[in-house]
């Protein structure tokens, strides 16, 4: 089957800690973004990455830090410096070839700070 | 800062009624405008998409009207369903860019 995974579905941090999102794709595709997602302002970009060892800061990239060491995976930090980290993080990934506004969406991890 | 903005934040429509939901912009690079559907719980996927070239675009049910010298754009569910009950995003990305600028979300609740 061929999709995103996030992993995990839901996860809680004490302050202080860091934490590591997980995002594996399987589509073959180049492109790979991080969404923040909270109640009233909808999807916010936090980084992306359009091939393998490179990726930019979108808009909310503060307190987070990623990797795309594979085409598969491009996994979130959210570390302790992230002032407001409780919220509903959504990966994606983009085919290109034409389709660049058309995102393909993992199912989530949701985030709660203790 | 590109924005999209959205309205109305919620939306109760009756089984039958027509749904709309609005989106204006003021970046006149973009050039794709999508509406995305979420669940609870899952992640949002692309339900219809537009270009400035065309003044409308329908699937099904579906159908975004377009209005380029308004910057304004809309999503119209006809026929509304309980199964349609969802939150709605519109969104534009600019040419080159690969990257989307999302509204806030419309919470749709269709009433049985």
């Known amino acids: 089957d061929g999709g995103i995974t996030q992993s995990p579905k839901y996860l809680f941090r004490k302050e202080g800690q860091n934490v590591t999102l997980s995002c594996e794709q399987n589509?073959?595709?180049?492109?790979m973004y991080w969404y923040r997602q909270d109640p009233g302002q909808g999807l916010r970009l936090i980084y992306y990455?359009?091939?393998?060892?490179?990726?930019q800061k979108g808009d909310i990239a503060e307190g987070y830090s990623v990797s795309r060491e594979k085409k598969e995976s491009f996994p979130l930090t959210v570390t302790s410096a992230q002032k407001n980290p409780t919220a509903f993080y959504l990966c994606?990934?983009?085919?290109?070839?034409?389709?660049?506004?058309?995102?393909?969406f993992g199912e989530g991890s949701r985030l709660t700070v203790l | 800062q590109q924005q999209v903005k959205q309205s109305p934040q919620s939306l109760i429509v009756q089984k039958g009624g027509i749904s709309i939901i609005n989106c204006a912009y003021e970046?006149?690079?973009?050039?794709?405008f999508p509406w995305y559907q979420q669940f609870p719980g899952k992640g949002p996927a692309l339900l219809i998409a537009?270009?400035?070239?065309?003044s409308e675009k329908k699937e099904g049910r579906f159908t975004i009207s377009f209005n380029k010298s308004a910057k304004q754009f809309s999503l119209h569910i006809m026929d509304s369903q309980p199964g349609d009950s969802a939150t709605y995003f519109c969104?534009?990305?600019?040419?080159?860019?690969?990257?989307?600028?999302f509204g806030t979300g419309t919470r749709l609740l269709v009433s049985p």
């Open positions: 994606a990934t983009n085919p290109g070839q034409g389709r660049a506004g058309e995102l393909f």
């Open positions: 589509l073959n595709h180049d492109a």
């Open positions: 990455s359009q091939i393998v060892n490179d990726f």
């Open positions: 970046n006149t690079a973009f050039d794709y």
């Open positions: 537009i270009r400035p070239d065309v």
């Open positions: 969104a534009a990305r600019a040419t080159g860019f690969q990257k989307l600028v």
